[in-house]
């Protein structure tokens, strides 16, 4: 069966590729899709994000990187993807999850599935990393060392911009 790890991975961090990994061995082959979310701000544009996934999913072989557009649930049926996986570091998330899931499910019959992320990393989220990469945090311990090279890179763009 083919599932989807969907998120706006922006950027991707340690806790996300826990996630993807732990699907990978559930399933015999995963999409990882890049989504655009309205509500967030980004730091990198949706090519980039697709290309540091795919930079850091390399070692992956049942894993495939993807862009995403459009509902997922529409997605999911052109892609034959049978699960969506959702990654869960509190109780917040389950709650905001389960609605989801709920409503996918309500579309086309779809299931999710949520994993707790690892305890390593429950406190991660894409928003703090940058606000902290953004306010010259070291942020290397969080993500993969591409995906730190490219924070860098960024944040320093647009401190010169200013």
């Given at each position: 069966m083919r599932a989807i790890c969907p998120g706006s991975f922006d950027p991707v961090t340690h806790g996300h590729l826990d996630i993807v990994a732990r699907t990978a061995t559930l399933f015999g082959d995963v999409l990882v899709a890049v989504g655009r979310n309205s509500s967030k701000?980004?730091?990198f544009s949706?090519?980039?994000r697709v290309e540091m996934l795919r930079?850091?999913?390399?070692?992956m072989p049942n894993v495939k990187v993807v862009l995403l557009s459009g509902?997922?649930?529409d997605f999911c049926a052109e892609h034959e993807?049978?699960?969506?996986v959702k990654g869960l570091r509190f109780g917040g998330d389950f709650e905001f999850e389960l609605?989801?899931?709920q409503m996918n499910h309500a579309l086309t019959g779809i299931e999710t599935?949520?994993?707790p992320t690892a305890s390593r990393w429950a406190h991660l989220s894409s928003t703090m990393i940058r606000e902290i990469a953004g306010l010259g945090g070291d942020v290397g311990q969080f993500v993969p060392d591409s995906v730190n090279r490219r924070i860098a890179?960024?944040?320093a763009e647009r401190r010169a911009q200013r």
């Open positions: 701000n980004y730091l949706p090519e980039e930079e850091a999913c390399v070692d509902l997922l649930v993807v049978g699960a969506i609605q989801m899931a599935v949520m994993l890179a960024k944040v």
